[in-house]
């Protein structure tokens, strides 16, 4: 009997010992990767994580002034990592958030989700710094500075960089389909455009086309179509204005029709390409940002030429042509254990010389006020006259609203328009009459007791 | 007598000891998510704000919501198409595989190869055959002569072209299966039809679809799963476009619950979606074990 | 049937058999081809070269991916066979109380579509700090009722004798299953073990729910996320270079183990 239960015994803790020690080696591995992502450092001093964008360009960028900043302050040690790349940098710092895996500051926040950011009470107030709206009225146009309030009056966010949206042309294929002018309206621009998108070859199918753009009814893909030249037409109209819901305008019926029409010619090409084809010469233009003029810059072929012009407008517009700014601010966490040091770094990242380096690695436009006039920028807009145009725009853009559901409503926007003007199956009327309607119902659903 | 009691008690021990991880892992992972989900229909969550007790409203809302049930529909049209493909071409290619044929395991292990791989790859792979103007399938179609087809392009074909896609990756499977029942028919019930003068057909429907009837139910069940389940594909290959043709319900789920952040609607979604896989599996059970 | 098979079979199974092969082909040689030349039918080139292997490789961790998934997969599988044995001997040849109970709601829990337990189970994440971390990926798994119904299916076959003379010999039920079960247990432990494998590397849905940092992503996540991210910047020969990439270690496993699993999945499916 004893025996037995000896036998028992031993090998039950046999089995029971692999077992323990499979969960040890998952809870090695585990802390191992907390460490990792952890703010701990054995040397003494600070370390922050900073988030980037993970376009290629920023994460250069991140990493040149990362560098710089380390050389020179060895009680603060930044360390830098792209957001995870997913469908949406917003998904990924929200989920963050809810999972308490936030870095203590990342530049990538979109205003238009911040309602949702401060609601979940995952940033840092701005204003708790005794100097942060001196420093910051220096730097950005105090109007523009003022959209970027919360709801609560505060700020969280620094207002970093914008990309106007304005359209590229390809000087070539202009000439060469004997386009003379630069097109400013809707009928302007579709003229070119006929006259463009055309068969070079014989086979019966078109081979270049006034320009293209992605189809998908993914929400965020109608900030280059239809939500610029919403902008554009409205004359510096957003969706919203507070919470009302505006959209539902002329405006908004004249952008579908517009661009029903141009996918009904199909000077728009529906197909997808191989590779870049603005660069391979196949479309005439591009609505783009100063991004993309980096992309073209650094990958065109020899004798490419090509120039900027703002968004067409309707034929009866007069006027200063708006348009919208993808802008993208820098923010600090609530999980930072390091408010100071991290405000700190904060600084540094819209100082005047940080600015330059965002010019000069991404084209991008920093958001401050004196990018025509300051001497530092001077060389800079020498060795790249076509910034000029976006860095004049950049004071006539307009951003996201911060309604919370934005993006379901642009959801329901994108749908519409799909059906209205790739499809062309719908009146343009309706289709914006539709998504006004979803969009209330939406708003209507998700609205607290 | 007391050796007896000892030794039923000691083996009543093991039997709680090493059931033990199953329980644990059934109240976790299984019990918790169900009592939860459950209680977070009658909520809105986002997750990082605090949960609102909303009654009913999520039901009011699902029945109103004209996406939800057009992603349902959509998850339909492709079962629709799926299965009958499926069931037509894998029952074809098993007979073809049951005759005496050498290299059988070469084409057997052929067949199955899209199933083990990634439906990543798949996917992927696919979204280039499709391709409108650049895609494998359209330039060998022009090769003869033949008008392109906008196989992802256009509403009309974009689900037929996702089932189409899902046939071509499982249908290694379900040859195995049928040739595995295929191969369980006794000889002699064909010898002895032969013989009474059945021709090749009668032969078929009278014998072979019969004798596979439970092999045909568990093809028809596991390719209905499957097929409610489909969210990497239309995710990957065109997001649920065009026009919400392949939005299938699992995406809806998925968007509703990690895009836009309505936790307790997409629970309620959830719910009423496998109550209504459920009902499904229920009637087609009934239907085919009645033949 | 007994006569030897007409030409047209194999020419039937010829066409089915390219019909299923020759995408794979395309695929690979479309990877080793330059951008322009990859909407071609042909699998002929005369610029093959590794660039969009390259530029995988460079964009994106994927060898890290690789050694993620492998190190998942084989924990889950690991796992899987371990408790689905010792769990299906318990109810396959001890009696208790509540063992029916058990197997009735393992049977159960089977038909519960995974639809609905998907979101609590992220919350579940969420709230024991697992999101972003190995356990996530790996502890739901560590579980498979299918294991369990297979391991038992196949122990209730074997003799009682075996057990009653290690009964007599002292030996506890964990020595049973572990002496005596497991060495005549080779085909279910593959069995499950393929399936397990499969189904754990295969995953998508999960670590896109549960991972969002790139140093935990498993191999099939981060190439949809390549793929749907935007990074392959409409790079088709990119984009197909990472799907063959993820596609070769299965293959490679497939070629050596290929008739396991296809016994594997046959006898799911009679199991079922």
Known sequence: MQMENNHHNRNLRKIHISVIGLFCLLCVFQLCEKRQNGNQQKNSGIQITYWCSSNQDEIDLAQYLVDQWNMVN??????????????SAEEVLLAAIAAGTTPDICSNMWPGAMDDFIASGGLVRLDQFPDFVDYISERVPKDLLETFRGPDGHFYQIPWKSNPIMVVYNKNIFRDAGVDFIPRTYSEYIEAGRKITRDLDGDGNFDVWLSHRDTKPIWWQRFFDYYTFYIAASGGQTLFDGSQMIFNNESSVRVFDFFQQIYKEGLFAKTTFVGDAFILGKLATQIAGPWHVSHVEKFRPPGFEYGIFPVPVPDDYKGQVYTFGDF???SIFGTTKHPEATYAFAKYLVTAEADLKLLE??????????????????????????MVYFAEQAPYTRGMDGVSDLKEIFDAISQEYEACAIFNRRDPAVAVENAAKRAKVIMEWNRSR | MRHFIKEIKSSEKSGYLMSMPYVVYFCIFVAF??????FLIFHKWNIVTPMEWVGLRNFNRLFHDIQFIKSIRNT???LAIHIPLQISIALFFAMQLNKKIIFRGFFRALFFLPVIVSGVVITILWEQLYSYETGLLNLIITRFGFARIPWINSPEWAMPSIAIMATWKNVGLYIILFLVGLQGIPRYLYEAAEIDGAKPVQRFFYITIPALNNTMLLVIILSTIGGFSLFIEPFVMTGGGPMNSTLSAMLYIY???????????????????????????LIQKKVVERE | MDKKSSIWVYITLAFG???????????????FKPEMEIAEIGLMSGNFNLDNYRAVFNKIPIGRALLNSIFVSSCVTFSAVLFGSIVGYALARLRFFGRDLIM????????????????????????????DTYMSLIVPGMISTFGILLFRQFFLDIPQDLIDAARIDGCSDLAILFRIFFPLSKPVMITVGILSFMGSWNDVLWPLIVVRVRELMTMPQMVTLFKVGGQAESQIGSQLAAAALLAVPIVIVYTFFQRYFIESMATTGLKN
């Open chain 1, 74 to 87: 060895d009680s603060i040690k930044v360390k830098m990592q792209p957001i995870p790349a997913s469908q």
């Open chain 1, 328 to 330: 993208k601010n820098i």
């Open chain 1, 361 to 386: 690695f991404t084209l991008q436009i920093p958001i401050r006020d004196d990018l025509t006039e300051n001497p530092l920028f001077e060389d800079f807009f020498k060795e790249n006259p076509n």
């Open chain 2, 33 to 38: 998510p169900l009592a939860f989900s459950f």
């Open chain 2, 76 to 78: 339909l049209v492709f």
């Open chain 2, 255 to 281: 968007n509703q619950a990690f895009y836009f952040g309505h936790m307790g609607y997409a629970a309620t979604l959830g719910f009423f979606f496998a109550f209504i896989i459920l009902v499904v599996i």
């Open chain 3, 17 to 31: 058999g390219l019909a299923f092969a020759y995408p794979f082909l395309w695929m690979l040689s479309a990877t």
């Open chain 3, 104 to 131: 009735g709601v393992i049977l159960f829990t089977m038909v519960i579509p995974f639809q609905i337990t998907l979101i609590p189970m992220y919350i579940l994440m969420v709230k024991f700090g697992w999101v």
